[in-house]
């Protein structure tokens, strides 16, 4: 299949989400997972949140919506973004940075500093961007 069918279909499937979405209720959309503490094997309950703070984001910055992360749990998603392994593999895209919270207590790396807030550095180091001058990554 060619990239301009694959992509058609991304964009028919958006569509259909999003009509989806619109026919739940509050109650069906998310709050139905509140208090869920299974995870899949292998992960924990870390990830959970890592997850359901960057998708949150995934979700509001195109919208043009501030949402902010509490900075506890942001603390602890930079965290594990930075030690997992995995395919984010924070530590091994920025072998030569060094990220500092300027709103958390919050370090990681060495080499070149990159300071902002802990959401964007977790929004970073899950490989998504965030306004953080990384050309001055010391790579």
Known sequence: MDDATVWAYVDQQREDLADFLDTLSPQQWMRASVGNRRHPPGTTAADRLMDILVHGQDIAIPLGIERTMPIPAAVVAANRLW?????????????????????????????????????????????????????????
């Open 83 to 139: 030690t997992m392994g995995s395919a984010l593999n924070a530590r091994k895209r920025f072998p030569k940075t060094r990220f500092v919270a300027t709103d958390a207590d919050f370090s990681v790396g060495e080499g070149a500093e990159i300071r902002g807030r802990i959401q964007d550095i977790v929004m970073t180091l899950s490989g998504r961007p965030a306004g953080l001058p990384l050309q001055q990554r010391g790579e």
